[in-house]
């Protein structure tokens, strides 16, 4: 079983819609980070969520962790083709030190 | 800035056949992390190392192993290559022990086993 699951897995949009992607867990989290990954490349840092109840925002991107901080969501304001990508949640649960990753979300945003 | 160095970033091999992949982390970066990624699927994590001492191990097969050097370099030896090993493997390091801290990846090795 995952440790972290995305939802939703797939989501294909057209240009300038909104859209949230969720992270959940039953395990908490010191953190949370999320990453967007293009075909062929290695994930990238999008932001780590610490705080529960933090929103961080990144131009049209917010992201928010849980109070509990067993789960995080991401929202895209007017999604741009720019977007297109793999979005991954990750975390290291607090019985161990190693971060593990969400199945991720396979966002197609069309022109 | 340095970012993390795999190699090589192709790698085309037989069944059986053995393989190692490379990875230099950024300078001053303490933990390197090794993943695999099949096709149309998340990251899997396989193993990782602090400070050159193995820190965790997660779905990795006894026919792979790992180790960090004293410069901070990591290999991944594959051997029994099998075609279900075909995947993209990623290696990234980060710094300050790695826990909460982001993860920097390299651009990865696309294993192919043929």
């Known amino acids: 079983t995952q440790l972290l699951e995305q939802s939703p897995q797939f989501l294909s949009i057209q240009e300038g819609e909104n859209l949230t992607v969720y992270c959940n867990s039953s395990?908490?989290?010191?953190?949370l980070q999320w990453y967007r990954q293009e075909p062929g490349e290695g994930p990238v840092l999008l932001v780590t969520?610490?705080?529960?109840?933090e929103v961080k925002k990144l131009k049209r991107l917010t992201f928010q962790f849980g109070d509990a901080r067993k789960d995080s969501s991401l929202h895209i304001t007017a999604a741009q083709p720019g977007d297109t990508g793999l979005y991954l949640c990750?975390?290291?649960?607090?019985?161990?030190?190693?971060?593990?990753f969400g199945a991720g979300t396979r966002l197609t945003v069309k022109p | 800035a340095a970012g993390v160095i795999q190699s090589p970033r192709h790698l085309i091999k037989e069944k059986r056949e053995t393989a190692t992949l490379k990875c230099y982390p950024i300078?001053?970066?303490?933990?390197v992390y090794w993943y695999q990624q099949g096709p149309g699927q998340d990251p899997q994590f396989l193993i990782s190392?602090?400070?050159?001492?193995?820190?965790d191990k997660g779905s990795i097969p006894d026919r792979f192993s790992a180790q960090q050097f004293s410069d901070y370099h990591s290999e991944l030896n594959m051997s029994s290559l099998e075609l279900g090993d075909s995947a993209l493997y990623f290696c990234?390091?980060?710094?300050?022990?790695?826990?909460?801290?982001?993860?920097?990846f390299g651009n990865g090795t696309r294993l192919t086993v043929t």
């Open positions: 990234a390091s980060s710094p300050l022990g790695g826990r909460d801290s982001p993860l920097h």
């Open positions: 990750a975390g290291a649960p607090k019985n161990n030190n190693d971060m593990r």
């Open positions: 300078p001053r970066h303490d933990t």
């Open positions: 395990s908490v989290f010191s953190s």
């Open positions: 190392f602090y400070e050159k001492m193995q820190s």
């Open positions: 969520v610490v705080t529960g109840g």
